[in-house]
């Protein structure tokens, strides 16, 4: 079991930068792979990166997707997703998802465990 806690969001102008933070208060974050959702108001929740899990629990192992870099510090029991250059439509809850000893799927019914989110607003 692991359980998951989200930081980093807030409100911020277009074009500028975040990093959020997804730490594990419980369990090894090691051991799964974590996915990155975000949901807009009146949106579906929408896949964004994943890690997956490694068999030799590498570290700061990044994964770069467009604007949206995801690395993790085991030493921290961390998770990170930096979004560059974010726009408003960057608008939204953002959930950290541990999938145990999974492949870094994008679809969410493969992550049993969830944080509670960390909102992401975007001014133009």
């Known amino acids: 079991q692991v359980r998951l806690v989200e930081s980093g969001g807030g409100l911020v102008q277009a074009g500028a930068s975040l990093r959020l933070s997804c730490v594990a208060s419980?369990?090894?974050?090691?051991?799964?792979?974590v996915g990155w959702f975000r949901q807009a108001p009146g949106k579906e929740r929408e896949f964004v990166t994943a890690?997956?899990?490694?068999?030799?629990?590498?570290d700061n192992v990044d994964s770069v997707k467009g604007r949206y870099t995801t690395s993790r510090d085991n030493a921290k029991n961390t998770v990170y997703l930096e979004i560059n250059n974010l726009e408003p439509d960057d608008t939204a809850v953002y959930y950290c998802a541990a999938d145990w000893y999974g492949a870094g799927s994008s679809f969410a019914f493969h992550y049993r465990y969830w944080g509670q989110g960390t909102q992401v607003t975007v001014s133009s």
């Open positions: 419980e369990g090894a974050l090691s051991n799964y792979a």
């Open positions: 890690l997956a899990w490694r068999p030799d629990s590498a």
